[in-house]
């Protein structure tokens, strides 16, 4: 059974950079793609970037283009979001994902993602 588990978020002010932390266990990491979505309140989950098993393709979200890099460390098990220059409006949970299906390239969509962490808190005051 995958888990994986958040870290790294908190309260950062405008500008500032942080970087979330998603360390996985149970399954052959090394072999799957993952993503990074984010919820704010009374909002939907969306996609905020992906990478490929090896991490050598990464997708971004439009908003947040340009601020953030995803990456990964295969021998640690883990996928890291780096985001610069925060907003207030990248204030949401984040959770990170891994695709469904091992050796597949990375999407958008909630669906073809089959487990998933708790989620860290990230809030961007102004």
């Known amino acids: 059974q995958v888990r994986l588990v958040e870290s790294g978020g908190g309260l950062v002010q405008a500008g500032d950079s942080l970087r979330l932390t998603c360390a996985a266990s149970g399954r052959t990491f090394s072999s799957y793609s993952m993503g990074w979505f984010r919820q704010a309140p009374g909002k939907e989950r969306e996609f905020v970037a992906a990478?490929?098993?090896?991490?050598?393709?990464?997708y971004y979200a439009d908003s947040v283009k340009g601020r953030v890099t995803i990456s990964r460390d295969n021998a640690k098990n883990t996928v890291y979001l780096q985001m610069d220059s925060a907003k207030t409006q990248d204030t949401a949970v984040y959770y990170c994902a891994l695709r469904n299906r091992p050796g597949t390239t990375p999407t958008r969509f909630l669906g073809d993602y089959d487990a998933w962490g708790k989620g860290t808190q990230v809030t961007v005051s102004s």
């Open positions: 990478l490929t098993w090896g991490g050598g393709m990464t």
